[in-house]
């Protein structure tokens, strides 16, 4: 009887270590909004949590424009917030926010109920880049998601993604927009593999772009996909403008292999520049 009562007793210090040890390995914050907030956030991010959780609880954040928003991703990240706040990027390409996957574990960076606002100032800049960080062999996996997400009044690319691998490696769309609004933009999308040649001779064949019910108003171009697949379910597009800066109104793609699926979308209310297409694409799918 002793031995039966010391095992039900090491099996419940056991379950309760685990507990701790879980809660440990999560931190949960809520963001101030002083000018410096991003960049304390991202140097949390450089610690070994499993998962991680930022809450916005202001109405406002001034994104700091010093180029120093790092993140090194080795664990999953949410940002969301509870009233919808607004991240205000003061119209410079320096407020970049960088994250740096370093992990070949699987890993998702999740924005929730955020209003991206006000970047960039036409000189080519990027509000949101990841990029992928020694992976040698294409084997990291990883996903930027998006969920109610408003972008508005941004200037250059929205979305920039480094890519590196040549294989599938997940089943999960790399980027995902779900249920986001687009308004008064120039471009939402630019991606880029580092080995050129699956940027020009073939597509890698290994990462989608996914954009499900969002709503784009007043944009200048969708993106640039050099290599991968790009997926529009059930999307509304008005007023989209398109510019000589960019190779079409929509999607630009050149790649062999590459491919564009659109289905359950609208297109209406267009007036596109004169001599620049909605799509400008050769040796791509298009369904």
Same mark, same amino acid.
């Given at each position: ?51 991680? =959780? ?47 996957? $370093?992990?070949?574990? =699987?890993?998702?960076? #999740? ?45 250059? $690319?929205? =979305? =920039? ?21 687009? #308004? ?15 940027? $020009? ?39 989209? #403008? ?46």
């Amino acid at each position: 009887m002793i031995l039966i009562n010391n095992f039900f007793a090491y099996i419940n210090l056991l379950l309760l270590y685990i507990f701790f040890i879980d809660k440990l390995y999560s931190f949960n914050l809520s963001a101030d909004n002083d000018d410096h907030c991003i960049e304390r956030i991202a140097n949390i991010t450089n610690s070994d949590y499993n998962e991680i =959780y930022i809450n916005f609880n202001k109405d406002y954040y001034k994104i700091s424009n010093n180029g120093r928003n790092q993140f090194f991703v080795k664990s999953d990240i949410t940002f969301y917030s509870d009233k919808g706040t607004i991240f205000d990027f003061q119209k410079s390409k320096k407020s970049t926010l960088y994250f740096n996957i $370093v992990e070949k574990k =699987y890993v998702k960076i #999740i924005f929730k109920n955020i209003t991206f606002f006000n970047f960039g100032d036409h000189e080519g800049g990027t509000m949101i880049s990841v990029d992928i960080l020694n992976d040698t062999k294409g084997s990291y996996k990883y996903s930027m998601e998006f969920e109610n997400c408003i972008f508005k009044n941004n200037n250059d $690319v929205i =979305y =920039y993604n480094k890519i590196s691998c040549i294989n599938p490696v997940q089943s999960i769309p790399q980027a995902i927009f779900n249920n986001c609004t687009f #308004i008064d933009s120039e471009q939402i999308f630019y991606n880029y593999h580092i080995n050129k040649d699956y940027n $020009v001779i073939k597509s890698c064949k290994c990462y989608t772009l996914y954009m499900s019910n969002c709503y784009f108003n007043n944009i200048i171009s969708l993106g640039r996909l050099n290599t991968g697949d790009v997926i529009i379910d059930n999307c509304y597009f008005s007023n989209i #403008i398109g510019d000589k800066k960019y190779n079409a109104a929509i999607i630009s793609s050149s790649n062999k292999e590459n491919k564009i699926i659109i289905k359950n979308t609208i297109f209406e209310k267009n007036d596109v520049q004169k001599d620049i297409p909605f799509f400008d694409i050769t040796r791509t799918s298009l369904e």
